[in-house]
């Protein structure tokens, strides 16, 4: 079973909205993520339409 809070008290988290792709209709939302529990080197990133889930 995975320990959810110890890994998201690991995550070092950025979640931006880009007012220029907003504007322009290009996925303006954009969540990134790295450290623990992820390889030190490994970065996880979306860009989407919606911060709605899918």
């Known amino acids: 079973m995975v320990d959810v809070v110890r890994v998201m008290e690991a995550l ?3 979640f931006k ?3 220029e792709r907003m504007r322009d209709g ?15 080197d490994l970065l996880v990133r ?4 919606s ?4």
């Open 12 to 14: 070092t988290v950025l």
């Open 17 to 19: 909205a880009d007012a």
């Open 26 to 40: 290009v996925r303006p939302w954009t969540f990134v993520a790295n450290g623990l529990p992820f390889h030190e």
């Open 46 to 49: 979306t860009d989407a339409a």
């Open 51 to 54: 911060v709605k889930p899918a």
